[in-house]
């Protein structure tokens, strides 16, 4: 099966830049969705078709992806931005999330 | 506004089963593909199943396939899950989610608050 891999974890200072990868096969030749939960609410779209922002989302959050490897970019991080972030790609009739990564700003 | 409400979630005893309801409202309903997800206690989301909006194909995940089956009713704008031979890891919160388009093979961009899933004796 198919499988999207992201880092436990990353950690950035107020107002620089962060970077979450996802990682899987020829990953570039599909369409990645990422999404944003804070605790204990719902996850919430803020990239879609690799690097498409929804209405509402800020325009520091920012999207690539191509080979093996998209990548979400916060630019100017803020502390309402730590979260986790969760990849997400569809793969031959099924639905695959990466493992998630929480995003820490201190 | 785009809202999806679930219900049907509870404590349940494994092997039994219940059915999980998404009310929408707020978008053209039968048009779109719409996805359960559930989340166990401190992990990640996980896909349960998908239906499409135009052609009604299902799509299940592999820990769920032969248990569950995803139907929708566009007379009532309603999702349901119906789930059976619960196991202790179907524990979880399940949500409901709206496709951006007709073919699963989007993204999801509308989200209900989800309702709780406990499997244990």
């Given at each position: ?26 990953l ?5 969705y990422?999404?944003q ?8 779209l ?6 498409k ?19 979400l970019?916060?630019?100017g991080?803020?502390?309402?931005d730590?979260?986790?972030?969760y ?11 990466g493992?998630?990564?929480k995003?820490?700003?201190? | 506004?785009?809202q ?6 509870g404590l ?5 089963s ?14 779109y593909?719409?996805s ?9 989301l ?10 009604g194909?299902?799509y299940?995940?592999d ?5 569950c ?11 349901y899950?119906?789930m059976?031979s ?11 989610a709206k ?7 989007y993204g999801?961009d509308v ?11």
């Amino acid at each position: 099966s198919y499988e999207l891999t992201q880092p436990p974890s990353v950690s950035v200072s107020p107002g620089q830049t962060a970077s979450i990868t996802c990682s899987g096969n020829k990953l570039g030749d599909k369409y990645v969705y990422w999404y944003q939960q804070k605790p204990g609410q719902s996850p919430v779209l803020v990239m879609y078709q690799d690097n498409k922002r929804p209405s509402g989302i800020p325009e520091r959050f920012s999207g690539s992806n191509s080979g093996n490897t998209a990548t979400l970019t916060i630019s100017g991080t803020q502390t309402m931005d730590e979260a986790d972030y969760y990849c997400q790609a569809w793969d031959r009739g099924t639905v695959v999330f990466g493992e998630g990564t929480k995003l820490t700003v201190l | 506004e785009m809202q999806l409400l679930e219900s049907g979630g509870g404590l349940l005893q494994p092997g039994g089963s219940l059915r999980l309801s998404c009310a929408a409202s707020g978008f053209t309903f039968n048009i779109y593909a719409l996805s359960w997800v559930r989340q166990a206690p401190g992990k990640g989301l996980e896909w349960v199943s998908s239906v499409s909006g135009s052609d009604g194909n299902t799509y299940y995940a592999d820990s769920v396939k032969g248990r569950c089956t995803i139907s929708r009713d566009n007379s009532k704008n309603t999702l349901y899950l119906q789930m059976n031979s619960l196991r202790a890891g179907d524990t979880a919160v399940y949500y409901c989610a709206k496709g951006e388009s007709g073919s699963p093979d989007y993204g999801l961009d509308v989200w209900g608050q989800g309702t709780t899933v406990t499997v244990s004796s």
